[in-house]
C-alpha cells in the first residue's frame, strides 16, 4: 500500500473517536448543564405538562444516564429530534438553511482569497519595502476590526445611501440541480438569477471574508519568501532549469500553507457567520443557532451545534489529506 | 574577477582580483578556510550570485570548440543553457540541494530534460541508470524515493547523478564530503575518480580537508581572505609549501607526504573583509611578517609553475 | 526615540525597585535579564506601530481599571426617568458627548463601564484559561506516550468546534446555573459585582458576564495546550533536558524551571494576540445578545442596542464598534511588534541600527 494511502487510513481510524468525542461533548452540554433538562428540552418556561411528558418518554429521561445517552445516540443519528419552538424536525430546519451558509461561506472565501493571496504575493516579492509594511498593517486591521462594526458602516453606505442592496429575502435560482443556487445558476447560465444571487451575498462575503483576507495575505507572504530563499531553489538555478520550473518548484513549496489557510479560513467563516447572517437579515445555519439559543431551543442548539462540528472536523480531514498529498514527509 | 556583498553591516569584499586557469581534464583543488571566498569564486563562474552579492568586474572565459565566450557577459538564457549541462555543480549538504517534495527521480529526469527538451517522465529510465552509476544500489526503487527517506551519502550521490547527467564538461563541486561521515566520504572521492576517468571532465573542487587534496588533485589554489595566495602542482605544494598560510594549513593538519611531529593550528583569526588589512592580507597572523612592507603593499601573484602571493619571494 | 527609550529605563528602574523592596538580593542576581528586558524594550522602541499599539493598550487598560469612578454619569443613572428629553439624543445634543441610549443613559459613561467589562473578561479567560494549557501542554510534551495521546484527544475534540459556535452553546446554556450559584453564594456575587464595577444589587444580571468568561476559558486552553506540546517536543530532545535529568532534577523541575523559561516567547506573543481575540469575541457574543443583560451593559450589547434601531440611532453601534475596533488593534499591534521583537533574526537587524 502506498504511504498515502496508509496515511489515508490511519486518519480516518483518528476521524471517528474526534468525530464521537464531539457528541459526547454535545450531549454534556444538553444533558449535564441545564438545570432542568426535561423542561429545557420540552421548551424551557413555557413548557405545557403534557409537552414535558411527551419529552420525558420521547428521550427516555426517566432511564438511567448510560441509557438516556444510547437514545440520544439514537436520536441524533435518526435525525430525529423535534424543536419544540417550530414543531419540525430540527435537521429538516437545518438542511432548509444549509444552502444559504454554504453560499455565504463560497463567497467570503472567494473575497478573502482574491484580496488576500495578491497582496500576499505582492508583500513576498517587495519585501521588506512600505508595499511589505502596508500589507501588514492591513492585515492587522483586518483581524482587529469587528464584524458588526464593518457590516454596519458598510450597510450604511450601499444600503442606507446608495440603496442597492436588501437586507431580505433569499434569492434561489430557476432550475435545481445540486441544491445550490449559486452553482445551480452558473451551470444554467441563468444570469437573471445570478445577478440577484451575487446582489444578494457579496457584501456579507465580503464582511465575512475581510478578516480572512488579511490573514491569508500574511500567511501567503510569509510562505513564499520562506519558499524563495529555501536552500534548493539556488540549486535549482545551478541545474539550468529555465524559470517557469523553478516557479513551479516555489509553488508547490508555498502551497501546503495555503491549502491550509484556505481550510482554516473556511472553518473562520463558519464561525463568522452567526453574526453575519443576523446582520444581514440571511436565514442560514448561524442565525438559525442564534435563534435557537436565544429561545432556548436545545433540540436545535444540539442539532445545530453537531452540525457545525461535523462540518468543521470533516474540513479538517480534507486539508490534512490534501496535505499530505502534496508533502510527502507529512505521511508520517 | 570582484564580487562584492553589499549588506546592512557593510561592503563585504568576499572576493578581490582573483584569476586562475583550469586545463582540460584535471583536478583543481581550491583549499582554505571559510570565508576565504573559494564558495563564492566558484558560484560566480556562472553568475550564480544573488543580491546583495554583485560580480563588481572581471570575466570568465570558456574555451569551447575553438571558440571563447566571456560567461559573465552572456545573456542569461544562453547561461541557463551552460548551467547544469556543460558546467555542473554539486554543493555541499545534499538536503539544501533537494526539493523535499520530489522524488529523487524526477529531479535527476528534470536536470536532463531541462536541457535536451521534452517531458520528464520519458527520462525516467536515464535516471535508474545514472543512479546505477553512481553505485546507489536497487536503482529502480530509489528511482521512486524522497529525499527525506535517504541516507545522507544516497542524497549526495543523486545530487551527484543529476550532475553529470549532461556529461558535462567542468564539474564543480563545493566541499562535496564535508556533510557525510567518513566512510562516505572514502566511496564518494573514489566515485569522483571514476567518473572523471569515464567521462573526461574537469573537476574543480573545494575542500578544506588536504587528506582530499593530495589523494584527488592535479593542481591546487590556496585562498585566503579573498585573494589567491599559493598555486602550484599537488606534490610541489605538499613537498615545497611556499606561503606562510600554506605553511601554517600543512602543519595544522595530518600530512601523508612529509610527516610532520605535532599539529599546530594557523594563530589569530579569519580578516575581517568588510575592513581588510591593508597589504597583504594575512600579515596580521604571519610569522615571517617583514615590517614596513608587508602590511603596506599588496605582494603580487607572481607567474611560474609555482605562483606565490609573498613578499619573502619577489 | 531617546525619550521612549528613557520612558523604558524609567519603567524598568521602577520595576527592581519595587521587587528591592520585597527580596534584598534580587537585583544582583539578575542583572543580565534585566539588561535583556532593557534590550527587549528598546527594540520594542524601534517599531512606530509597537508602539502605537502600547499606547492604545496602555489607554484601554487604564480607562478599564479607573473608569468607573471617573466616569460622568453611573451606568444606572436613567437619566430619562427625570429629564425625558434625554432619550435616544445623538452626539452633542443637551450637552451630551456621545449621545445617549434608549434608557437616557450617558454613552460616555457606558463606554468607560465597557472598557472594565472587556478587560475584566478578557484578563480573567487569560488568566485561567493561558495557564491551564500550558500546564496540560507541559505535561502531554514531556510525559508522552499515553499522556499525550489522551490529552492530544481531548484537545482535538474541543478544537473540532468552531470557537464561536461553542461559545454560542455554553454561554447560552450556563447562565441558569450560574444564577443559581450567584444566589447562594453572595459573598461571591459580592466580589464579582465590584470587579465588573457594578453595585452589588444588580450582581445576579452578570451571569451571562460569568457564563461567557467560563465558556471563553473552555473555548480557550486547548489552542495553547497543543502549541506548548508542540514546542515542549521540540525542547525535549535537546542537550540541557538531558543534563537536567542526569544532574536528578524532579521532572516537575524540569518542566518548570528549565523547558518553560525557553517556550515563554512565543505563548507571550500569542497572549498578546488573544486578548484581542478574545474581546472580539466577547463582544459578539454580547452582540448576539448572550453577554450583558440590562441594566449592565458592554460594548456588544450597546451595538446590539444600536443594530436594531440603525441607522437612525448610529451613535450606539459606531462608537462601541470603534471602541472595540480600537482596542482590538492596540493589542494586535503589540504583539507583532512583540513577534519581531522576539525572533532572533528579526531582531539582529533591528539591533544593527541602532
Known amino acids: 500500500m502506498s504511504s498515502f494511502r496508509r496515511f489515508l487510513l490511519r486518519r480516518i481510524l483518528t476521524f471517528i473517536p474526534t468525530v464521537l468525542g464531539v457528541v459526547f461533548i454535545t450531549y454534556l452540554i444538553a444533558y449535564a448543564i441545564p438545570a432542568d433538562p426535561v423542561r429545557a428540552w420540552a421548551g424551557g418556561e413555557k413548557a405545557k405538562p403534557e409537552v414535558i411528558e411527551k419529552v420525558r418518554q420521547y428521550y427516555y429521561f426517566d432511564r438511567p444516564w448510560y441509557e438516556q445517552f444510547y437514545y440520544f445516540l439514537v436520536r441524533l443519528f435518526e435525525g430525529n429530534l423535534i424543536s419544540p419552538r417550530t414543531g419540525n424536525n430540527v435537521f429538516t430546519d437545518i438542511a432548509a438553511r444549509f444552502s444559504v451558509t454554504l453560499q455565504l461561506a463560497l463567497f467570503s472565501i472567494f473575497f478573502a482569497v482574491l484580496i488576500g493571496v495578491p497582496l500576499g504575493l505582492v508583500a513576498a516579492y517587495k519585501r521588506d519595502t512600505k508595499i511589505d509594511t502596508a500589507v501588514r498593517i492591513f492585515a492587522l486591521i483586518g483581524v482587529s476590526m469587528p464584524a458588526f462594526l464593518l457590516a454596519y458602516l458598510l450597510i450604511l453606505v450601499f444600503f442606507v445611501h446608495l440603496k442597492t442592496i436588501t437586507l431580505v429575502g433569499v434569492p434561489t435560482s430557476k432550475a435545481t440541480i445540486t441544491g445550490l443556487p449559486l452553482i445551480d445558476a452558473l451551470i444554467t447560465g441563468d444570469l437573471e438569477s445570478l445577478t440577484q444571487i451575487v446582489g444578494r451575498y457579496w457584501l456579507p462575503g465580503f464582511v465575512l471574508g475581510f478578516a480572512g483576507a488579511g490573514i491569508i495575505a500574511r500567511f501567503v507572504r510569509n510562505s513564499t519568501v520562506e519558499a524563495l530563499g529555501a536552500d534548493f531553489v539556488e540549486y535549482l538555478h545551478a541545474k539550468g532549469l529555465q524559470t517557469g520550473w523553478v516557479r513551479r518548484h516555489v509553488f508547490k513549496n508555498s502551497l501546503v500553507p495555503i491549502v491550509t489557510i484556505i481550510g482554516l479560513e473556511f472553518g473562520a467563516s463558519l464561525s463568522g457567520a452567526p453574526i453575519t447572517e443576523t446582520i444581514f437579515g440571511l436565514p442560514g445555519l448561524g442565525y438559525y443557532a442564534v435563534q435557537s439559543i436565544y429561545y432556548l431551543d436545545f433540540p436545535a442548539i444540539i442539532g445545530v451545534t453537531f452540525i457545525f462540528a461535523i462540518i468543521y472536523v470533516v474540513t479538517n480531514f480534507i486539508v490534512d489529506i490534501l496535505y499530505a498529498f502534496i508533502d510527502p514527509r507529512v505521511r508520517y | ?314 | 526615540m531617546k525619550i521612549l527609550d528613557k520612558v523604558a529605563d524609567g519603567f524598568l528602574w521602577v520595576l527592581v525597585t519595587a521587587i528591592a523592596l520585597v527580596r534584598k538580593d534580587w537585583y544582583a542576581k539578575n542583572k543580565a535579564r534585566i539588561e535583556e528586558w532593557r534590550l527587549t524594550l528598546y527594540a520594542l522602541n524601534r517599531s512606530p506601530t509597537g508602539v502605537v499599539g502600547l499606547f492604545l493598550v496602555l489607554g484601554f487598560v487604564s480607562v478599564g481599571v479607573a473608569g468607573p469612578f471617573l466616569a460622568p454619569y453611573s451606568y444606572n443613572q436613567f437619566l430619562y426617568l427625570e429629564r425625558p428629553e434625554l432619550y435616544l439624543v445623538p452626539p452633542g445634543a443637551h450637552g451630551m458627548p456621545l449621545g445617549t441610549d434608549i434608557y437616557g443613559r450617558d454613552v460616555l459613561s457606558l463606554l468607560i463601564y465597557g472598557a472594565r467589562v472587556s478587560l475584566v473578561i478578557s484578563v480573567i479567560t487569560i488568566a485561567l484559561g493561558v495557564p491551564l494549557g500550558i500546564l496540560l501542554g507541559l505535561l502531554a510534551g514531556y510525559y508522552g506516550g499515553k499522556v499525550d495521546e489522551t490529552i492530544m484527544r481531548i484537545t482535538d475534540i474541543f478544537l473540532a468546534f468552531p470557537a464561536l459556535v461553542l461559545a454560542l452553546a455554553l454561554a447560552a446554556t450556563l447562565p441558569q446555573r450560574i444564577r443559581e450559584f450567584l444566589i447562594s453564594e453572595p459573598a461571591f456575587a459580592s466580589l464579582m459585582a465590584a470587579v465588573f464595577g457594578v453595585s452589588s444589587e444588580d450582581a445576579i444580571h452578570l451571569a451571562p458576564l460569568i457564563s461567557i468568561f467560563t465558556a471563553l476559558i473552555i473555548v480557550w486552553w486547548p489552542m495553547y495546550a497543543r502549541v506548548v506540546r508542540g514546542m515542549v517536543l521540540v525542547e525535549r530532545e535537546k542537550t540541557y533536558v538531558e543534563a537536567a535529568k542526569a544532574l536528578g532534577y524532579s521532572s516537575w523541575r524540569i518542566m518548570t524551571r528549565h523547558i518553560l523559561p525557553n517556550v515563554m516567547s512565543p505563548v507571550v506573543v500569542l497572549v498578546t494576540f488573544d486578548f484581542a481575540t478574545v474581546n472580539l469575541l466577547a463582544a459578539g457574543l454580547s452582540f448576539l445578545g448572550l453577554g450583558a443583560q440590562p441594566p449592565i451593559v458592554d460594548w456588544g450589547s450597546l451595538i446590539n442596542m444600536g443594530g436594531s434601531r440603525f441607522p437612525t440611532a448610529w451613535w450606539l453601534v459606531f462608537f462601541p464598534g470603534v471602541a472595540i475596533f480600537l482596542t482590538a488593534l492596540g493589542w494586535n499591534l503589540l504583539g507583532d511588534a512583540l513577534r519581531d521583537v522576539f525572533d532572533p533574526r528579526v531582531r539582529r537587524r533591528i539591533e544593527f541600527k541602532v
Not at chain 2, 155 to 180: F, G, W, Y
Not at chain 2, 228 to 237: K, N, Q, R, Y
Request: proline letters at 8%; one cysteine or more; charged letters at 20%.
Open chain 2, 1 to 314: 574577477m570582484t564580487v562584492y556583498f553589499y549588506t546592512y553591516a557593510g561592503v563585504v569584499k568576499a572576493v578581490e582580483n582573483v584569476s586562475f586557469e583550469l586545463y582540460k581534464g584535471e583536478v583543481l583543488a581550491i583549499v582554505g578556510e571559510t570565508g576565504s571566498g573559494k564558495s563564492v569564486t566558484t558560484r560566480a563562474i556562472t553568475k550564480l550570485i544573488q543580491p546583495p552579492g554583485k560580480i563588481v568586474s572581471g570575466s570568465v572565459i570558456y574555451r569551447r570548440d575553438g571558440e571563447e565566450v566571456d560567461l559573465l557577459k552572456l545573456p542569461e538564457e544562453e547561461l541557463r543553457k551552460i548551467r547544469g549541462a556543460e558546467i555542473a555543480y554539486v554543493f555541499q549538504d545534499p538536503s539544501s540541494a533537494l526539493d523535499p517534495l520530489y522524488t529523487i527521480g524526477y529531479q535527476i529526469a528534470e536536470a536532463v530534460a531541462a536541457h535536451r527538451g521534452g517531458k520528464i517522465k520519458q527520462y525516467l529510465s536515464e535516471a535508474v541508470n545514472l543512479l546505477r552509476n553512481v553505485l546507489i544500489p536497487d536503482p529502480e526503487s530509489r528511482v521512486r524515493a524522497f529525499p527525506h527517506q535517504l541516507s545522507g551519502g544516497m542524497k549526495q550521490r543523486s545530487v551527484i547523478a543529476m550532475a553529470i547527467s549532461n556529461r558535462p564538461r567542468i564539474l564543480i563541486a563545493d566541499e562535496p564530503t564535508t556533510a557525510v561521515d567518513v566512510t562516505v566520504q572514502a566511496q564518494i572521492l573514489h566515485l569522483f575518480k571514476q567518473l572523471k576517468e569515464q567521462l573526461g571532465m574537469s573537476i574543480i573542487f573545494i575542500t578544506h580537508n588536504m587528506g582530499l587534496v593530495a589523494e584527488f588533485a592535479d593542481r591546487v589554489i590556496v585562498m585566503y581572505g579573498g585573494k589567491i595566495v599559493e598555486e602550484a602542482p599537488v606534490m610541489e605544494l605538499f613537498q615545497n609549501p611556499r606561503h606562510p598560510y600554506t605553511q601554517g594549513l600543512l602543519r595544522a593538519v595530518i600530512n601523508p607526504i612529509t610527516p610532520q611531529g605535532r599539529l599546530e593550528p594557523v594563530p589569530g583569526t579569519i580578516p575581517n573583509l568588510i575592513n581588510p588589512p591593508p597589504g597583504c592580507r594575512f600579515h596580521p597572523r604571519c610569522p615571517y611578517v617583514i615590517k614596513g612592507k608587508c602590511e603596506k603593499e599588496e605582494p603580487p601573484l607572481g607567474n611560474d609553475n609555482h605562483k606565490v602571493a609573498c613578499w619573502l619571494y619577489t
